[in-house]
């Protein structure tokens, strides 16, 4: 039983220290089995991670380096942000050779299911194309057309009854496939499209956590401006808490279902995000703090997430791990739990963590990232090595880097590069020659760019853009708060 949460920050659970958002069911996978403290998805954005949780990839390796459908090459100056750079082409498919975690499976004798979001690839590269012999929602786009309540716009979900929750609906789907395949072996994906833009909860939920906010000292201010957006500071947006809660109800319709089956004992159950919660650009929904930055972004609030992994008979409930682990990861450690094998022609990148559920250690190696691309969020093309507790980055716009010493400093605001030199060039030559194995594609200086306009436009964000978000967000908290017309709950529209 895999759970993907799509936006959802490290910071976005109760048992990862929120205390706004509420999350008992999800909760309850990291009391039962063991949580990596320091888990990290491959990418800032969606897609290149969800493709390396199926290939066990470094995004360099399997192509898919941005979310599909992000403009690149000459097409990103549609954009008009007058970057300096221009962003390089990527994989917009999952590449039909990639010999999948569900391929795998289903070889085996599993029955493979997918619920949610995919964003994968357009029709042909869908999650029937790669080993998952049911799709209940995963299609091309990356956020649910028509929105969260029904009728949605979904090709591959019909939708239910006037104003059903699509959040549940995926819940309940797979609660529905694990009943009918409880006497074999399944493999059940369920990919959630929250807590992803657009906000969007119930009248209910939004009138409780709306309380529970004025309840204590409200924020004058919501936002602080680094570097090119501004970065939500407070967990206080009652919409998205209300995402979240009923992101934990679904999970808990899962749950419940395996108990009630007699199945809990003798089910892997893995929870994790695909990248960092939106605390800039989209919806500026959340707060990753004490860590920098969010979704889109090359600090570890863009990166790291909750990772939690249930096994019954290997892990010991309530254990932790402070090794750094990474969405390649799952891949070769789900088959090993399996007692299914890599295949010989999927060369993946992550290691198996079976060795740390049973309380031993894996070999030390340093993770890596490559984001040659722009974020909405505000993030810059870059790319990172972490190697035991340094982290430097690599800007690819003007050459400079970054180092980080992440025990001392996990909230990045030190930067050593101009002190320690001799580790910036050790770490660099690494990152160098990694790069330069995996084909890495990079940004190309765009002459065309008028600096001077973009250095305007951060300036206006800085400014008049901070400012209405202010009012914005402030606003989500009002007695006078009215959603758009086409959501409030499980309600008839108007």
Request: with cysteine.
């Amino acid at each position: 039983m895999f759970i993907l949460a799509d936006d959802l920050g490290w910071r976005d659970l109760s048992n990862e220290g929120s205390t706004y958002y509420e999350s008992p069911n999800i909760d309850r996978i990291a009391r039962e089995g063991m949580k990596f403290t320091r888990g990290y998805a491959t990418c800032q954005v969606c897609s290149p991670s969800r493709a390396s949780i199926l290939t066990g990839k470094y995004p360099t390796n399997h192509g898919i380096t941005t979310w599909i459908g992000d403009r690149a090459g000459e097409a990103w100056r549609q954009t008009r942000r007058n970057d300096s750079h221009l962003p390089p082409e990527y994989d917009r498919n999952l590449r039909d050779s990639e010999i999948t975690l569900a391929e795998v499976m289903k070889k085996a004798g599993y029955s493979t299911f997918f619920a949610g979001k995919w964003h994968l690839g357009s029709k042909g590269s869908w999650p029937t194309d790669h080993g998952f012999e049911i799709n209940k929602g995963g299609w091309d786009v990356g956020s649910p057309r028509g929105g969260y309540f029904s009728p949605w716009q979904n090709p591959n979900l019909k939708s239910g009854p006037v104003g059903e929750s699509l959040t549940l609906r995926l819940g309940k789907e797979t609660a529905d496939f694990i009943e009918a395949s409880k006497d074999k072996p399944f493999l059940a994906y369920l990919s959630f499209y929250t807590v992803h833009s657009p906000i969007q909860t119930t009248s209910e939920l939004w009138k409780k956590y709306q309380s529970k906010a004025t309840s204590v000292h409200l924020a004058r201010e919501r936002f602080l401006f680094d570097r090119r957006l501004s970065v939500r500071q407070v967990q206080d947006c009652p919409v998205y808490a209300g995402m979240i809660e009923t992101m934990d109800d679904a999970v808990g319709i899962v749950l419940r279902k395996l108990d009630e089956l007699g199945l809990a004992d003798n089910t892997i159950v893995c929870f994790t995000s695909d990248n960092g919660g939106v605390s800039s650009g989209d919806a500026y929904s959340t707060s990753n703090l004490p860590l920098r930055g969010g979704k889109g972004r090359q600090w570890e609030g863009g990166i790291r997430e909750p990772f939690y992994l249930k096994a019954p008979g290997v892990t010991r409930p309530g254990s932790t791990s402070t090794v750094r682990v990474n969405g390649i990861d799952w891949y070769p450690t789900l088959l090993e739990l399996t007692g299914l094998k890599v295949p010989r022609k999927q060369q993946v990148d992550g290691v198996s963590l079976v060795p740390l559920l049973k309380g031993k250690a894996i070999p030390r190696r340093p993770l890596y990232w490559h984001y040659p691309h722009y974020g909405n969020q505000g993030g810059e093309p870059s790319s990172i090595i972490i190697q035991d507790n340094w982290k430097l980055i690599h800007y690819h716009e003007d050459g400079r880097d970054e180092l980080y010493h992440l025990g001392r400093d996990e909230v990045e605001q030190v930067d050593l590069a101009a002190i320690e030199l001799r580790r910036v060039k050790t770490m660099r030559a690494r990152l160098d020659t990694w790069l330069k194995a995996t084909r890495a594609k990079f940004p190309v200086r765009d002459d065309k760019a008028d600096l001077v306009k973009r250095r305007a436009r951060f300036e206006f964000l800085a400014t008049q853009g901070k400012e209405r978000l202010e009012r914005q967000h402030a606003n989500f908290l009002s007695p006078d708060f009215k959603p758009d017309k086409d959501w409030w709950g499980s309600a008839p529209r108007d």
